[in-house]
């Protein structure tokens, strides 16, 4: 009989002592039992001891660009490309120019707050900001927790920034000189697809001619971008995002079903799914046609648009929640509320000018 990878200690975990590169007070190297209570949890930590000890650092003197490394390989492996290359940029772009250099063991907590003060000075989102401020509280949480340091430095941090400016419907105006432009731009009809659909960019970017049909769309994937340019195909950002879309029937005047491109919609003269900076170029031309003076309507956007000409149809809030897409309600309502706001709004304006 083979023998067993990892043997279970009298809890039933799994287990296995690894040298620590130190010595005992007799002079025999020391150990440390590593467990865990699967063979795959354990994996995982033996594999992060492994990484430091090729690393060759001694724990005094490890910098906290080197504990990144360590701490982003067995935390953040398992998630999503593009939230992993979220977390490196916000790393190498906010907290390696000012800490990485140091010693994990000599930081402070004036200096990650004054990482989280000057960005607040320079007017970034405040959802930037708290990002930046829970990577920081996970990365040194890790060390304290791996005991490389005594204590979180980032225990008591305050982030602050500029508050995000809020998503709206396209006015009247917008939406006909937004469906104009749908009809003669090179990009329209992936902007007729965000106004009909209500598709996040990657979804939309994802479609291919199977997923359309007679009646309605499928979605079932969309493109990200980790490395910030070249696509790379996922299943949607949650569960909730895999869904059929009707067709509606306004959208057959400026979106041709029938000519459809093979493969994806979207795509170079290859026929490959299109690069970030190509996505931008084409969009930003299309929006430059259509408002010609300027606008801050973004992609996301028709996504607000879509949920509010939804309500405008009295379609009811749940599944306005399943056609969008939404994983929470929540979301749908807050749209709904900011809906009702502007028709109080309007009504409001139109009893002023009765008589």
Known sequence: MPKAKYNKDADGFY???????????????????VRAKTIKALDEKLKQAEQLSALSVNPTNM???????????????DLSPSTQNFYNNLYKKHIAPHIGAMRLLDVKEVQCQSILTAMSKQDYAAKTVKSVRTTLFSLFDKARANRYIPFNPCDHLTATG???????????????????????HEFGTFAAFLYFFGLRRGEALA???ADIHPDKIVISKQHTFPDNNQPRLSAPKTA????????????????N????????????????????SEVRRR?????????????????????????????????????????????????????????????????????????
Not at 240 to 255: C, D, L, Q, S
Not at 257 to 272: K, R, S, V
Not at 301 to 322: A, G, I, P, Q
């Open 63 to 77: 910098t906290v660009d080197q504990w990144k490394d360590i701490w982003f390989s067995s935390y953040k492996s």
């Open 283 to 355: 969009w930003q031309s299309f929006l430059k046609q259509a408002f010609p003076d300027g606008t801050d309507i973004t992609e996301h956007y028709l996504r607000h648009n879509y949920c509010s000409m939804l309500f405008e149809s009295d379609v009811d809030l749940l599944t306005v929640k399943t056609l969008a897409g939404h994983e929470s309600v929540s979301t749908t309502l807050e749209i709904y509320t900011h809906y009702t706001e502007q028709m109080q709004k309007q009504a409001s304006a139109k009893v002023l000018a009765i008589g």
């Open 162 to 184: 500029a508050q995000k400016q809020a998503r709206r419907a396209l006015t009247q105006q917008e939406r006909q000189d937004y469906l104009q432009a749908c009809r003669t």
């Open 257 to 276: 079903f029938n000519n459809l491109p093979q493969g994806y919609l979207f795509a170079d003269t290859a026929g490959e799914p299109l690069s970030y």
């Open 207 to 209: 479609l291919t001619s």
């Open 15 to 33: 287990f296995k002592n690894v040298p620590t590169g130190k010595l005992r007070k007799d002079g025999y190297p020391e150990y440390k039992k």
């Open 240 to 255: 909730a995002g895999v869904r059929e879309i009707p067709i509606p029937t306004k959208a057959r005047f400026f979106i």
